[in-house]
């Protein structure tokens, strides 16, 4: 994800105030299941850190890191595999 994204969902929160945020980040099935918990992780990490970049707390986040517990389509094909790999933001 580029800073240039993180930038605009940083002026997003920022005009959002009182909207509950959520950021959900899963991985694909590949490799082992520690090593997908800690892509998770350093990915939300790099996320939160983006944003705070924009001068926005994220103290109040809700974060929650799936690795490849819950896939949203199969890992059996490539085209699932990539879809796993994925960073959800809710509001």
């Known amino acids: 994800m580029g800073q240039e994204l993180l930038d605009v969902i940083a002026k997003l929160l920022k005009a959002t105030k009182r909207w509950r945020w959520k950021h959900l980040d899963g991985t694909d099935s590949q490799g082992r299941k520690g090593m997908n918990r800690n892509l998770s992780n350093s990915r939300t990490t ?4 983006g944003i705070q ?33 994925k960073i959800e933001f809710r509001l």
């Open 46 to 49: 790099a996320v939160l850190q």
């Open 53 to 85: 970049r924009g001068r926005v707390l994220t103290r109040s986040f809700i974060v929650k890191r799936f690795g490849e517990s819950q896939p949203i389509a199969s890992n059996n094909t490539r085209e699932g595999r990539e879809t796993n790999r």
